[in-house]
């Protein structure tokens, strides 16, 4: 039974899951939150969403979402948080963003792209801690992934469909380690699951069904430090009035 403090269910990440990590390029972990931790994520969303409304231009409720909610404040700095992040990217990490990615019914598919970080340093690492709170279905809402494309490091990946991806940048490609050809893995989430994956892997969101109900999602970036981060979405004030115990993972670098 997990404690009251705790937001995930027994898991320990071990050899075997940052072995997958490394070559897939991402990790489900399913179920991974606990029930208690499901609904306090979602009421933390719902309020987040509503600030939204009233967003102010670079400081958008979305992409701080953690500035918005103290709740997913708290999470920034949680033990096995931060015991996760440190199992696969080492003891010295630093705290980047926490968005929200809420997709309502009917919301439309997210295009083929990677992320940027240290692109000519693969001693540094960046990770997403995907909360999928409702999970998602391979149609409905779900992430896709081309397993090894992290290995790449290209932050230029992009295409607007399947066959453009296929077409385009995944044309002539292996994997690196397993030589094995590049293709795209269409992933299933039930509800409570948590997705890490590397920065530069590619990705992208199928559409959300009309008739569907609202996928609550949360994302957790840390990396190491040694290089600028385009996403690092922390405002100022945050930055110097940091949540408690948070201050050494601030700092850019
Ligand atoms: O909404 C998602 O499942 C993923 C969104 C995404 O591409 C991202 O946060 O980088
Ligand atoms: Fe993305």
């Not at 609904?39 to 102010?56: H, P, Y």
């Not at 809402?141 to 077409?167: Q, W």
């Not at 069904?209 to 600028?228: D, E, F, I, M």
């Amino acid at each position: 039974m997990p404690s009251p403090d705790d937001i995930f269910n027994d898991f320990t990440l071990g050899e075997e899951e940052r072995l997958s990590l490394d070559k897939h390029g991402h990790l489900l972990i399913p179920g991974l939150l606990t029930a208690e931790t499901s609904e306090r994520l979602i009421n933390s969303l719902r309020q987040v969403t509503q600030w939204g409304k009233q967003a102010v231009k670079g400081h958008e409720p979305q992409r701080f979402s953690a500035e918005f909610d103290e709740y997913l404040a708290s999470l920034i700095n949680h033990p096995q948080m931060l015991m996760l992040a440190r199992n696969i990217l080492g003891e010295d990490i630093r705290y980047d963003h926490c968005v929200s990615l809420v997709r309502p019914a009917g919301t439309p598919a997210m295009p083929w792209h990677s992320h940027e970080y240290a692109e000519d340093d693969p001693g540094l690492g960046f990770i997403r801690i995907f909360f999928y709170i409702s999970g998602f279905t391979s149609d409905d809402g779900g992430l896709k992934v081309v397993p090894g494309s992290h290995l790449y490091r290209d932050r230029a990946i992009g295409a607007r469909t399947d066959d453009e991806l296929r077409e385009g940048w995944i044309a002539g490609k292996r994997h690196p380690e397993t030589g094995e050809e590049l293709k795209i893995e269409y992933l299933n989430a039930a509800p409570g699951s948590v997705i890490i994956m590397w920065t530069h892997a590619a990705h992208g969101v199928v559409a959300r069904k009309l008739g569907s109900t609202t996928r609550y999602c949360v994302v957790y970036a840390y990396r190491n430090p040694g290089r600028t981060s385009d996403a690092r979405w922390i405002s100022a004030g945050f930055e110097s009035r940091p949540p408690p115990g948070c201050a050494a993972l601030m700092p850019l670098y």
